[in-house]
Nanobody
Framework: QVQLVESGGGLVQAGGSLRLSCAASGRTISRYAMGWFRQAPGKEREFVAAINWSGGSTSNADSVKERFTISRDNSKNTVYLQMNSLKPEDTAVYYC???????????????????WGQGTRVTVSS
């Protein structure tokens, strides 16, 4: 079992930055694909960014390209989401997810993931 705990959310003004962290425990995630998803009030959960197990391949949703960067530090068993130039429409609960898929391609489909964190709330004020 993998336990995931997100942190780093909060309230920020539009144009600001936040860095979310996802700390894993229970198992090393060095062979796990990781992803970030978000769910805004009244909307379905959507893909944000993903990184393959090695960190050699990443993928972003079109809505966050050029603004968000996913990375991982396997020595710390942690995945990050650097969010820059935040917009009010980025307001959501952000979830970290892990999959034991060891393929090269990052996973954009939430149903590919086996483990989920409880989420961290991000609020961007205009």
């Amino acid at each position: 079992q993998v336990q995931l705990v997100e942190s780093g959310g909060g309230l920020v003004q539009a144009g600001g930055s936040l860095r979310l962290s996802c700390a894993a425990s229970g198992r090393t995630i060095s062979r796990y694909a990781m992803g970030w998803f978000r769910q805004a009030p009244g909307k379905e959960r959507e893909f944000v960014a993903a990184i393959n197990w090695s960190g050699g391949s990443t993928s972003n949703a079109d809505s966050v390209k050029e603004r968000f960067t996913i990375s991982r530090d396997n020595s710390k068993n942690t995945v990050y989401l650097q969010m820059n130039s935040l917009k009010p429409e980025d307001t959501a609960v952000y979830y970290c997810a892990a999959s034991d898929n060891t393929g090269w391609a990052p996973l954009r489909d939430q149903y590919e993931y086996d483990y989920w964190g409880q989420g961290t709330r991000v609020t961007v004020s205009s």
